[in-house]
């Protein structure tokens, strides 16, 4: 009896340092450890990198294009409304929206205490967890536009156990979550960041903005934008192209960009998208590109997420976006005959351009060169939030036209180059609602906005077609190993 319980004891005492393994306890003992796992609640963000190209390829705006029908197959079902709940990109961007859920979670949980149970304080703290709720927020976003009603948890991390118990939560009340996160950020967040990439006040309230008018919310984001505005923060750039240069990255109409590097060696396949790299540069590169000069810009990819000649005819004569945004490499070659350039037409779902605005340049990666492009996605750019502020608005209990076509035409002045009126909407009521929304697609074209914009409108029937069945093409399946491990039910029709 006395060896026994002499055993027990010896187990009981048992310090795990004793064997050099780390435990729960060893995190978060000082300021350092926690700015650093803050740093790692950004990181899924990079992994999310598909979610731009399937806002378009889901759209009028883009076709998945490749080498042919069975080339990015999970694609080539988004753009042909075919997608089921194996689809493999679908199944990723779940996993790591909740990667990013459990990142946030985990900071949020040891708030006040650490795992120890001690207090850690430090200047700067109160703020550093306004990004993270903005992070979580974000996260979320992503499920409740793609999937619609998904588990909602934030007061822990979900673990293997607890995935079987698992319930869908209702839109709107992962909605209110959104909301209270975003509020709580903007209460601490500064205006502006030492380093760039780090989410702001007001990138905390252009999302809730955006947040809003996913829920018909317009009263409610017509304040809370035109608050941005008011701060005189943000302006338009002369030269639309140049915001999608290396050089026009986190410019001055920048509010929430994702940040990408290539400074860790993330070159293995396996990574493909959990690496630093934007892979999504790669995939709407022109196939097989070459050329004899050094003045060549542009680096071979793979002719995936091409611009629609749809998307090009809506452009006006003189709008300056249309070439910012469609690259027609025939008429490229034409202006520049001394080049040599040549390239192989895209195999499959051939619309003749390419994806001006995240074409992978020479120069811009390394390593394993596919994986690590360095291009940030604009996720949110000041133009969106003066066309967001425009479509409140006009859709408020109060409407306010005059307001919203300033907004509006600040864009299109900027669009065309002109100073003067001579492109200017004048419409009121629902007629300047529909230049609103068309506006938006223009000025946001390949910048993943099209087919969400589309569905919240409710225009995404009447604009995508027949193969678009309305009831189910709205969301995307939930994937199927959520449904056969954590029991969760299915989106109508899949």
């Known amino acids: 009896m006395i060896t026994i319980m002499f055993s027990c004891k010896k187990f009981v005492d048992y310090n795990p340092h004793d064997s050099y393994q780390v435990t729960a306890l060893d995190y978060l003992q000082s300021e350092s450890d926690y700015r ?51 689809n493999g990109t679908l199944t990723s961007i779940w996993q790591y929206a909740y990667e990013g859920v459990n990142r946030a979670n985990y900071l949020t949980e040891y708030k006040n ?64 979550q959104m909301e209270a996160d975003l509020n709580a950020a903007i209460a601490v967040l500064p205006t502006v960041q030492i380093q760039q990439g ?4 007001y990138a905390a309230q252009a999302l809730l903005g955006k947040i809003f008018l996913y829920q018909n919310k317009y009263d409610s984001a017509a304040t809370v934008l035109q608050g941005i505005i008011n701060a005189n923060a943000f302006s338009l750039v002369s030269n639309y192209a140049s915001i999608f240069l290396s050089s026009g990255e986190n410019g001055p109409e920048s509010v929430f960009e994702i940040q990408y590097t290539n400074t860790s060696p993330y070159y293995q396949w396996s990574n493909v998208l959990q690496g630093q790299g934007n892979y999504a540069v790669q995939q709407c590169g022109v196939r097989n590109l070459k050329a004899s000069s050094s003045l060549m810009p542009y680096a071979p990819g793979w002719s995936t997420n091409l611009p629609t000649q749809n998307l090009a005819n809506a452009y006006s004569t003189g709008d300056q976006r249309k070439n910012a945004t469609c690259l ?7 202006a520049n005959p001394s080049w040599g350039i040549t390239y192989e037409v895209a195999p499959y779902k051939n ?48 409407p306010n036209d005059t307001k919203a076509q300033q907004y509006l035409n600040t864009v299109r002045r900027r669009a065309f180059q002109v100073s003067d009126a001579s492109h200017d909407v004048t419409a009121t009521g629902a007629s300047l609602y529909s230049a609103i929304l068309n506006e938006r697609r223009l000025e946001l074209a390949m910048e ?35 449904i056969l491990v954590s029991r969760l039910t299915q989106n109508p029709g899949y």
């Open 448 to 482: 993943g906005e099209r087919f969400f914009d589309l569905v919240r409108t409710g225009q995404a029937a009447t604009v995508l077609g027949p193969n678009f069945k309305t009831g189910k093409n709205e969301l995307f399946p939930i994937p199927q190993q959520e």
């Open 351 to 398: 619309t003749g351009l390419y994806n001006q605005k995240y074409l992978p340049r020479i120069g811009e990666t390394s390593g394993q060169p596919e994986l690590n492009y360095t291009n940030n996605f604009r996720i949110i750019r000041y133009s969106d939030v003066l066309l967001m502020a425009a479509e409140a608005l006009n859709k408020s209990a109060a």
């Open 36 to 86: 650093t796992m803050e740093v790692s609640v950004y990181t899924p963000l990079q992994w999310l990198n598909q979610v731009v190209p399937i806002g378009d390829i889901a759209s009028d705006n883009a076709v998945s294009g490749g080498e042919s029908a069975s080339d990015v197959l999970d694609l080539q079902q988004i753009d042909d409304y075919t997608v089921n709940a194996v």
């Open 328 to 334: 027609n490499m025939d008429a490229y070659i034409a």
């Open 198 to 201: 780090r989410i702001t006040k």
């Open 113 to 176: 205490t650490n795992p120890a149970g001690q207090t850690v304080s430090f200047a700067g703290k109160d703020a550093m967890y306004g990004e993270v709720y903005f992070l979580r927020a974000y996260y979320y976003f992503t499920l409740a536009k793609m999937f619609g009603d998904v588990p909602l948890f934030t007061d822990k991390r979900l673990d293997f156990a607890s995935s079987g118990s698992l319930k869908r939560t209702p839109k709107a009340a992962v909605y209110l």
